[in-house]
């Protein structure tokens, strides 16, 4: 799964949404660029309550990576 962030997206939110998934038993890769940051969610992501990671301030969208 990766969670790209917003724009806009400040040091708060994203520390933020990296707290829910290590509270959640998820490991996560962060790759930063020049406008997003995008987290890569490494574990069963099946477990993920998308919803609530959609509603975490700084979120821009999720994509779910599909299984082989």
Excluded: W
């Amino acid at each position: 799964m990766l969670i790209v962030m917003k724009k806009a997206a400040n040091e708060e939110q994203l520390r933020c949404v990296k707290q829910y998934l290590v509270e959640h038993d998820f490991d996560f890769h962060q790759s930063t660029g020049a406008n997003r940051t995008i987290i890569g969610v490494i574990g069963d992501t099946n477990q993920v309550n998308q919803d609530e990671v959609k509603n975490l301030d700084g979120v821009h969208v999720l994509f779910k990576i599909p299984e082989d």
